[in-house]
């Protein structure tokens, strides 16, 4: 097996299967000649508008599905579909005239994607990660089954179990199903605050004093040759739960850098499916490394390799479905990324203050995602910035930061 | 005025005008605040796709016109109209609601850009420059007017006014309009060849005994401030006159570097419009410099940008249309570029063999155009190779130019 670790001099060892030979139908008609395959993507927001932005280079023809005809992604893909990415039958008569599918967001139907992979559909990742992923019971048990560093934890299935865990605090309470971007976890420090968890199914993970929290992308294709992103290191804004800042590569020691390399290799290759995996992980002050969660697909943490990696996660990802060799995940200059979020005190339509300003910034790369009504905390954007120097980085960012409002 | 030279250490002078005052009406409403900008481009076809990759990023809304609605860019703008990009009123019709204009072949009805430009619709470039570039013989008086060093040349008005023209061989004839991708365009070595030249209004020019050929991309904006990409060197097919390898930089001494970027410089600012500028060079062996050709959009000599330099010639000329201030030309890695060019013995539906191989190279980019026909010498896609190391980049893309193969 090949693995390509970002970090070092790229080093390529030979598949482990003999010269030659490929056992995998799918991947030699590609190898002799490409045709134009057919690709769906379950849902339409920025993370699907970078994949389509991608596409254009590649012999693919795309599709979305998504319920809002004006989203991200609507008018860069060849084909659009409007319907509930939930629904069974919306999912499944979207994909079963494609030659493969994938997600920008798990909250799909999985029972869709199953009987569609039964029929000779590939699907990227399969059903069954997305199955372990949807559920954060699930995801605990599957890191817990194979010995994955992650917090202690137990399963709550109502708030009368909860409030028997009084000296599990403190603790995070995090929803199983339905949670997003901040919503569907709650912290409980006390007694009192027990009262405040969710009465539904639901992970209470022991509180971790979180030194840093880095993320690791690692790309896996139906090979299983495996190529792994320098990890990212984030700020997150304590309020909302939105990142701030991400800094590209994390500062490690090279035994944490080893460490976390492992774990997020051990998290992904374990689901034994093709795909893009983004581990988010927690290092504490004693230099232990807990997996906090995992995303099966393109990710915010993955922005910056548009800019500052030879291979961005979007190219990695084409590259993984369409069945060719992994792209070099290394790092060409280290990155600093912003993310532009609707300001508190607006909504409606956006206006963007400051761009001129912020374009003038050396390297700093604009990514606005065709939102056009701004809310608080939304996701309109990002800019990422790239230099030799992190204090450089640091103090473009926070040039961007003051400089660029969105306002209505 | 600030210039930008991407062969040196990036500077900046500031603009002549006092800080903080704005003479253009236009650029201090964009610098104010951003909304979304409405921007039509002629034509459909790479270049148009590229454009529109890179328009994702920013807060504009795209209208393609072009006559194919299966062409390149058909599926990833917010607007397609088909409609003849030659016929005054669709031309007309098509830009009349819009905020901008743009071309990605020149070719167009230039009067209803002019038409539109009077009622205040900003056009880029400037349909001054388009009626200089389109007819040979005015842009060899334009090079002529503005001591722009260029070979000599006669102008001629049919076949008669050719033929005695004996003494000024050898020379090239070119047809003064419709000329494109080594059309219209007839070597004439001797006294019986003069039979064969255009019976139309064209341009006889002195053979020149070429050592290089290069391109220079020079971006204006409507500050007057400008960006110049590092030259780059070319090798052509001397069938077809399609290019096979640009490599960049291009390997001048210094003072031809210099005389070189004076030359591109001042044919791109004495259009006195904003807008890209791809200047094509003759370098002969005594080191002189002759210009070729310009073309005022972006371009085939600018392709390398995209994964090469910090700012892609796709990127400069969103930042020119949008009255932001100018991207950064400078080079990250140095690059080689191959078109993907339909093979001679076919026609039809294209098939693509050994994407696998070409994709396995280290920093190889592909970029194919999404045509669905392949025919002798057509343009269908491109690759893109970046390596600190010149014998690298020659040894892979002679490899990309044995292994890729164009079928139907």
Known sequence: MRIIRAHEQIYKNYSTSPPGSCLLPYLCAMQNSSSVLKVGILGGGQLGR????????????????????ECPSAHL??????????????????????DALTIEIENVNVEALEQLEQEGIKVFPK?????????????????????????????????EELKQQQEFLPAVHKLAIGGYDGRGVKMIATKAELETGFDQPAVLEKMISIQKEIAVLVAINEKKETALYPPVEMLFDPVLNLLNY??????????????????????????????????????????????????????????HTIEAHYSSQFDMLWRIILGYPLGNP????????????????????????GMNEVLEIENAYLHLYGKKQTRPGRKMGHITIISKEKHDLLHKANKVKRTLITKS
């Open 246 to 303: 991400q800094l590209c590569p994390a500062e490690l020691t090279t035994p944490i850098l080893y460490k976390v390399e492992a774990v997020a290799l051990a998290v992904a290759k374990n689901f034994n499916s093709p795909g893009l995996f983004a581990v988010e992980m927690f290092l504490d002050k004693t230099g232990n490394v807990f997996v906090n969660e995992t995303a099966p697909r393109v990710h915010n943490s993955g922005h």
């Open 50 to 69: 970078m994949l389509l932005q991608v596409a254009a280079n590649y012999p693919v023809e795309t599709w979305i599905m998504e319920n809002d005809t």
């Open 330 to 353: 290394a790092i060409i200059l280290p990155s600093i990324m912003v993310n532009i979020i609707g300001a508190n005190n607006y909504s409606g339509d956006v206006i963007y203050e």
């Open 127 to 159: 059903p069954s990660v997305l199955k372990i992923i949807r559920d954060k019971i699930q995801q605990k048990e599957y890191y817990r089954l194979h010995q994955i560093p992650t917090s202690n934890f137990v399963i709550t299935q109502n708030l």
């Open 77 to 98: 893909c060849h084909h659009f579909v409007k319907g509930d990415i939930k629904n069974y039958s919306e999912v499944y008569n979207f994909g079963k005239g494609l």
